[in-house]
């Protein structure tokens, strides 16, 4: 907006100043312009300029007002002064009047006001209407440009690529519609990635519910009784349902606006002491604070959702170990780790995307919705923070929650 604005406010200055210095010097010019009756009066002035008597009275007979100065009261050394004083006769507009002084050889000067028979008003109503005309030219000449420009872009909308995305036209540079183009790309990019998602999110649903589901029917169709452990099966299975739809939900309501951040003073170490008693025993799990007492201001239900994902995620992959860490240097960082079989380097970018899976050890057979990374790095972007995974001094991998240090108080 301030680009577009800048440059319609710079560019109507120059049109004025151009305009307005060009127009006048056309009407002075043509008021300046003799016409033959001032022709045939300036060569009787040079006839009698030297009889002031007979000159006045042929001025006052055509028409002139007449005064006569002494030569003295012109000062030699202004423009008008120096002219009389090589007895030159000067002319011209003053006050819409037509001014002659005339040099005498008795030292004055006289002067004669002939009063101007060309319309005054007329003139200024043509230079009003001169000048609006061209700016109104030079106006379109910058409007037309950007008009074609938006026609360009309010077409684009009006038509979806293959792809779901819109043809966002090419516009120079210099246009100041580069931004809204700008903005037309990022909002592609978004609509890419909605539809990448949209795919995503359909053929996990269709892969994640078809093996309960098969499970279920055969169950159904099985004569006879169901002993105890056909029982926990089915159990399992419908809560391994419930559980993925409720994630697809989870990610859905998080990926597709805001929400509500109720923010609030939480003690980080109270928090993973807390949320370490709620997982299986079996594992070795250690918490490190490198500060006591420290808080950070971030959402709690959200904060613990993001650390509970990120432990679940480590106890499925340890072998025997995990570890959360909570340190503060120019960021606070909450770090889980584990002794697990890592992340290769290509899938450490990947592992946040919705149902990625990497063809490794950290793949179907350990459990997981394939969601609760994906929530962890909306939960972090709400935050204004970050998400990541790196190497662990542990053998595994190491997920990173790093919050702004603004965000944190000792």
Not at 78 to 84: F, M, N, Q, R, V
Not at 119 to 126: K, T, V, Y
Not at 268 to 296: H, M, W, Y
Not at 301 to 309: G, H, P, S, Y
Request: aromatic content about 6%; some cysteine; hydrophobic content about 45%.
């Amino acid at each position: 907006m301030s680009r577009l604005f800048i440059s319609l406010y710079v560019f109507v200055a120059i049109s004025i100043l151009v305009l307005g210095i060009g127009l006048e010097k056309l009407l002075i010019n043509k008021q300046s312009a003799q016409t033959p009756a001032q022709k045939a009066i300036l060569s009787l002035v040079t006839a009698n300029r030297n009889q002031p008597d007979t000159l006045l009275k042929l001025l006052r007979q055509a028409g002139a007002k007449t005064q006569v100065y002494p030569a003295s009261q012109f000062s030699p050394y202004s423009t008008h002064g120096a002219a009389l004083e090589n007895n030159e006769v000067i002319q011209g507009i003053a006050d819409d009047d037509w001014l002659i002084l005339i040099p005498t050889n008795q030292d004055t000067v006289v002067q004669a006001r002939f009063a101007n028979t060309k319309n005054s008003s007329m003139s200024w109503i043509l230079y009003s209407t001169l000048f609006f005309g061209f700016l109104g030219v030079a106006i379109a000449i910058w409007v037309v440009p950007i008009w074609r420009d938006l026609r360009k872009l309010s077409t684009a909308t009006e038509t979806l690529q293959k792809d779901g995305t819109l043809e966002v036209p090419k516009i120079p540079a210099h246009s100041p519609l580069q931004p809204l183009v700008e903005g037309y790309n990022a909002l592609n990019s978004n609509i890419k990635t909605l539809l990448h998602q949209h795919k995503a999110l359909a053929g996990a649903i269709t892969h994640e519910f078809k093996t309960p589901l098969a499970r279920l029917r055969f169950a159904l169709v099985s004569p006879g009784q169901y002993d105890k452990k056909q029982i926990q099966a089915i159990r399992a299975d419908i809560t391994e349902l419930e559980h993925l739809v409720q994630e697809m939900l989870d990610f859905t309501r998080l990926d597709v606006h805001e929400p509500d951040l109720h923010i609030e003073d939480i003690p980080i170490q109270a928090l993973c002491e807390q949320r370490l008693s709620k997982f299986r025993p079996g594992t070795s799990i250690t918490l490190e604070c490198v500060a006591d007492n420290v808080t950070l201001l971030a959402d709690a239900t959200l904060l613990t959702r993001a650390i509970d994902n990120l432990l679940a995620n480590a106890l499925r992959h340890a072998k025997a170990r995990v570890r959360i860490a909570v340190s503060i240097m120019e960021h606070v960082v909450i770090s889980v780790e584990d002794d697990g079989d890592g992340v290769p380097d290509s899938d450490k970018e990947k592992v946040f995307e919705p149902f990625y899976r990497a063809d490794t050890h950290r793949s179907r057979q350990h459990g997981g919705t394939g969601l609760g990374l994906a929530i962890v790095q909306r939960i972090m972007h709400w935050h204004k923070g970050t998400c990541s995974v790196t190497n662990s001094a542990l053998g595994g991998a190491a997920f990173m929650l790093k919050f702004d240090a603004r965000s944190h108080r000792l």
